[in-house]
């Protein structure tokens, strides 16, 4: 093999290798923007936090939403201002097309003017929810 054909499938496995890791990084389930939805207060019969609110859209046959519950639940009480609210889609399966949520458990961080900030889809991770509080 010569050098510049050993030389250009290197650069072939390394511009492969690059596409795979960003398509894999924009897929782990987190966006940074709520792509311009804004949460409606009465969709959660819930008071909101001063700061944020953790928006939780799970339903009955989910077998992740409990952990991700617990997980909202600890998180929240830990920071000053910011609130749990879960919405179960089973009995308003309305919210699940006005929110665009395609599977539960899915996670929005709502600002105090209901402008969804960040979405997580499946169980989010602590460092990422801190990451979309701070960047409230």
Do not use: W
Not at 109 to 126: C, E, L, Y
Request: aromatic share 6%; hydrophobic share 45%.
């Amino acid at each position: 093999m010569s050098p510049a054909l050993a030389l250009g499938v290197a650069a072939a496995l390394l511009a492969l290798a690059t596409v795979i890791g960003i398509v894999l990084r924009r897929r782990d389930g987190r966006r940074r923007d709520g792509g311009a939805l804004r949460f409606d207060p009465a969709d959660a019969a819930a008071e909101f936090g001063s700061r944020a609110t953790l928006v939780q859209f799970s339903t009955e046959m989910c077998a992740r939403c409990p952990q991700v519950r617990r997980l909202l639940t600890d998180y929240a009480s830990d920071q000053d201002g910011l609130r749990h609210v879960e919405v179960d889609l089973t009995h308003r399966p309305d919210l699940s097309a006005r929110y665009k949520v395609l599977q539960t458990p899915t996670t929005f961080v709502v600002d105090g003017s209901g402008a969804v900030r960040a979405r997580f889809h499946g169980v989010p991770h602590r460092h990422a929810l801190t990451e979309a509080v701070a960047a409230l």
